[in-house]
């Protein structure tokens, strides 16, 4: 599983560091997504997905 | 205008003794294409009722939420609040990459992590709002005492408002939301008056910054002080009758179904079950386009209901029955899309600090009326509570 973030589109909502905190961080500064595991085991894979549903502007894509 | 169908639906009401949301929309989501309807200020709109059409029209860039261009629809008259054609800076009503300015400033302040460090504050502020409570004697309004001030307190404190004018601060917020008991001009006044203070409070900061948002926002320099003026209007206003109407309603709900009391995954089933801001996320057609199997016109007037998308029996199992227990983070109570809620984390922890405070410190709290008989907002843009009698 990969994780992969466009942060041009990130809005900062933060519902990716809170639906997965291990995955998914904020920015100190700019408050943007930053990932914290972006080659994840399958354990994270419902946490990766939920957090690319609930991401408000399209940010996330998780692939195989 | 005329839109693209030709039959018209009434405009969906909550009618008084109706569970919310209206009724209409079970039977919405089932027919085919979007509902067309007439707004309560005339003029036709498209209602969009389905989860996945309503988070399509929060994303697509084709859809506007500019209230300045025709066709954009109005559901209420704004009873003496201003809009942002009034105020620069309201930035929910303008489109990317304008918007995008307003929004990244502003983002620091409102993450994850930047909220926790404020609960601190927070849980201060709904302690002294309860010890106000409970001087009260043994009964009171939770709305007036205790769910409109808890938000406004909050904000204050973040914007760096002096403890000495927080009664001020507060007492015109109110007079803001207080639909039923203010007159448009008082609330006009209100607004002028809240604008006056912040456009002081800035000057202020500007000569002597402290450790909060309008300092920081003023030492970023992104935004002009006319432009913060307005942002912070935004966020007052935004801010305030959402978040009271959510905990008054929450309390309601817990203790109906108090086995849920203590626990913090209320919270965002609260947010989903009662979806207050069912009417705020209004949108106008910027091209032709195609949605949910609907031909809708530029110009034409879309309405997504929050509500209607949050009880979508395609998206949520039993989605009328309150369940903190389900997985329901995708709920759009916040609204999805660029403009999604900058203030959701913030009042996650104002609505967590809350429940967990108000039920612990006045175990007793019961209501103090026949629940369904509460004078519940039926005519508003935003469902929630006149009033809610309680005892201890």
Known sequence: MRIHVDRSRCVGAGQCALTAPALFDQGEEDGLVEV?????????AAAAAMAARVCPSGTITVSR | MTLSEPEATQFPARLPGEPFPPRQYADFRERPGLIRSTLPTGGPVWLVSRYEDVRTVLTDRRISSNPAREGFPNVART?????QDQIPGWF???DPPEHDRFRKALIPEFTVRRIRQWRPLIQETVDRCVDHLLSLGDSADLVAEFALPVPSLVISTMLGVPFVDREFFESRTKTLVSLKTTTEDERGVAVQELLRYIGRLIKVKQKRAGDDLIS???????LSPEELTGVIMLLLIAGHETTANNIALGVVTLLSNPQWIGDDRAVDELLRYHSVADLVALRVAVEDMEIGGQVVRAGEGIIPLIAGANHDLNSFDRPDEFDPGRAARHHVAFGYGVHQCLGQNLVRAEMEIVYRTLFRRVPTL???ADVTALPFKYDGTLFGLHELPVRW
């Open chain 2, 79 to 83: 009873g003496g609040v201003p809009t």
């Open chain 2, 92 to 94: 929910v009503g303008i």
């Open chain 1, 36 to 44: 914290l595991d972006a080659e994840p085991d399958d354990t994270q």
């Open chain 2, 366 to 368: 019961a209501v103090d």
């Open chain 2, 216 to 222: 920081r926002l003023l030492e970023s320099a992104v």
